[in-house]
């Protein structure tokens, strides 16, 4: 595999270097290697009409999606803002594109 380092210098909650994925999300934090991801993945929460509007009365975060990634041990699930998925498509993008 080609050399890795600042693949996506952009985003600022992933480091990838030496075959491995840093993930720094809020006060998560995990370290994968990049062979061993086998799915990677964002899935939307679904929430009902009256729990999206109390939501929105009562300005609470929105942690719309979760982000997933699954390998051979484990799955590793990270809950992520709406305005903040775009990151994590640009990884979901680049290990999809790049990873053998």
Not at 61 to 81: M, Q, R, S, W
């Amino acid at each position: 595999m080609m050399n890795i380092r600042n693949a996506i210098p952009e985003n600022p909650y992933f480091h990838i270097h030496d075959q491995r994925v840093d993930i720094f999300y809020r006060k998560n934090a995990c370290s994968v290697p990049i062979k061993k991801i086998r799915k990677i993945y964002l899935s939307k929460k679904k929430f009902g009409n009256w729990v999206t509007i109390t939501r929105a009365a009562l300005l609470l975060p929105d942690n719309g999606y979760k982000f997933h990634i699954a390998t051979d041990e484990k799955e590793i699930i990270f809950p992520v803002k709406s305005f903040e998925k775009q990151h994590f498509v640009q990884l979901i993008s680049w290990i999809r594109n790049h990873a053998t």
